[in-house]
């Protein structure tokens, strides 16, 4: 059923995304080919890692005389938005895309991406092997991979421990969101202009509802039954969604309807924040000098639960092809050099070890110059990875596949509209149940589609 009707879907969303190229396109670098059979055009996220490999760029131009790299790197809902308009409709104006565990399955299966298998078997250096099993897992289709990951991660908690203990509070080892809502109202500190904690409250299926579905996960919400019933206005979501608003409005970050992961990062790593619950590769931005006035001064606990064993998320950014591109063979060797043990060092060794892309390959957790520098994340973010499954993150089965999204075409738009309405709640222009009575008929005219096609 999933296959079938992703690829229609699919061809619906690519339809409806197409308009999107013409809004970034200036942006984009459109055209940027030009008859030019040596330059790859590169879409990638901006984010810290992201802006390292760019930097570092050079090294792999100067090992491929006459190959020149053209990045478009735009924020994270734009470059969403952008990569899949033009893979969608295979407009070929990137040659390699950054997109994550959500894209790679459902693309692969609707024939967008090429196999990436082939390359991989025939360079054993690369020691496709290495990768964490679980990430290199979420990157394949049919036992093939498609993407090939950037850094992988989990979600966990960072936290002053120096404000605890001047508060005389103790993180508990596995801590639950009741806990952590006790410890928000006790640092909050207006005065000192410390948050008691930084959430996301920004729009987007991938910015603030990440974390606000591991919270729905695990007071036992869903986005659907097993029959694809729409479940948004059932007791538990309802709950989770009353939390989620109240902790951020009565103790996190000012502006928090319109912060993401890199609002919230700058404000913890500048002393403005006791806690902050996002992803795990947080921690290198947080220890590292350059970046950050609070290295050395945080703790890292997993994510916090209600009625689950577990409660963080599973994502990778990854490097995928195109299956539009001209250029197959120099689009590999550059994933290659983005993504092989060989970068791994020229980071560590030339940015800093804190700046080594984590959670994607078990040889980075054997480095001791690592091991050294991340000893107060290394293992926490291991751990997380490694717990994020459906079993221990959620209360009941699901239709679909994600943690912290729900693993269909449809959840670009869908993920997207309903934390809109989250935004607005926290921002206070809406209710709660207002923004989930919007949000349940945003997710049963989706429901009845699948229940349709049963």
């Not at 992803?279 to 689950?308: F, H, I, L, W």
């Not at 935004?423 to 009845?448: C, H, P």
Request: net charge negative.
């Amino acid at each position: 059923m999933r296959a079938v009707f992703g690829r229609r879907a699919a061809r619906r969303i690519a339809a409806l995304l197409a308009s999107l190229s013409v809004v970034v396109t200036g942006c984009a670098g459109a055209g940027a080919m030009g008859g030019d059979d040596r330059t790859l055009v590169v879409a990638i996220v901006a984010n810290p890692q992201m802006n390292d490999a760019i930097a570092l760029s050079d090294r792999f131009e100067r090992a491929n005389p006459g190959v020149s790299l053209r990045f478009v790197s735009l924020p994270e809902n734009q470059a969403r938005a952008k990569i899949t308009a033009s893979t969608a409709t295979q407009g070929g104006e990137f040659d390699v895309v950054m997109i994550s565990n959500y894209e790679t399955p459902q693309w692969a299966a609707n024939g967008w991406l090429n196999n990436l298998q082939p390359h991989i078997d025939a360079n054993p250096g690369y020691d496709g092997e290495d990768f964490i099993p679980s990430i290199r897992e979420a990157l394949s289709y049919q036992g093939d991979m498609y993407a090939v990951p950037f850094y992988g991660e989990s979600s966990f908690l960072a936290y002053r421990e120096d404000l605890f203990a001047e508060a005389g509070l103790t993180m508990p080892e596995n801590p639950t969101w009741e806990q952590i809502a006790e410890f928000a109202a006790v640092l909050d500190d207006d005065a000192a202009g410390v948050a008691g904690i930084c959430l996301r409250g920004k729009p987007g299926w991938g910015e603030s509802l990440a974390p606000f579905n591991t919270v729905v996960n695990t007071f036992g919400g869903r986005w659907f039954d097993e029959d694809w019933n729409a479940r948004l206005d059932t007791p538990e979501f309802r709950a989770a969604t009353e939390f989620y608003v109240d902790l951020v409005r009565e103790h996190g970050e000012v502006g928090a309807a319109s912060a993401g992961f890199t609002e919230c990062g700058t404000r913890y790593t500048q002393g403005q924040a006791a806690m902050w619950y996002d992803a795990t590769v947080m921690a290198g931005t947080n220890e590292d000098p350059a970046s950050s006035t609070v290295v050395g001064k945080s703790g890292y606990a997993p994510a916090p639960v209600r009625d689950t064993p577990a409660g963080g998320w599973l994502y990778t950014w990854a490097l995928a092809m195109p299956a539009s591109t001209e250029h197959p063979d120099l689009a590999w060797r550059f994933m290659r050099w983005m993504t092989d043990k060989e970068y791994v060092r020229t980071v560590g060794e030339e940015l800093g070890w804190n700046r080594v892309p984590p959670g994607c390959r078990l040889s980075t957790y054997e480095i001791p110059e690592y091991r050294e520098a991340a000893a107060a994340y290394a293992e926490p973010t291991l751990e997380g990875i490694r717990d994020a499954n459906q079993r221990q993150t959620m209360t009941r089965p699901v239709p679909y596949p994600g943690i912290q999204f729900v693993g269909i075409p449809e959840f670009q738009d869908l993920g997207t509209r309903v934390s809109q309405q989250l935004s607005a709640a926290i921002a206070g222009r809406i209710t709660v149940d207002e923004a989930l009575r919007q949000s349940q008929e945003y997710a049963d005219t989706v429901g009845k589609a699948y229940r349709e096609t049963r």
